[in-house]
């Protein structure tokens, strides 16, 4: 958490704190933490790039249906497409779990279309 390149510090946060919490190895989550923390800051500053990486990110900590659809919703709203599909496709992978799988597969099918 010490780069002074900030653009890169974003992309650098962002997917730490998805890297964070998709990885099962709990000692990872207080980076996670970090990053959600920092991407809750500059939201809050009015940073229009944080919502998306703070949706996706939160929505990887405390999955559900509703976070989910925020972090793709977000995605979608700031123009992220890449973001976007990689929120979906984890989306996608939390419906089979909840086996619903016509929707985790009209989702998985979108982050590829």
Known sequence: FEDQVIPRFYIRACFQGLAAFSLAEKSYHAIGNQCLKYFRR?????????????????ALKKPTKKAFTAAVDCCREANMPHLEAMARERYAMFLLTQNELDLAHSFITSAYW
Do not use: C, V
């Open 42 to 58: 500059m939201k809050k500053l009015g940073s229009t790039n944080a919502p998306p990486a703070y949706n996706f990110i939160a």
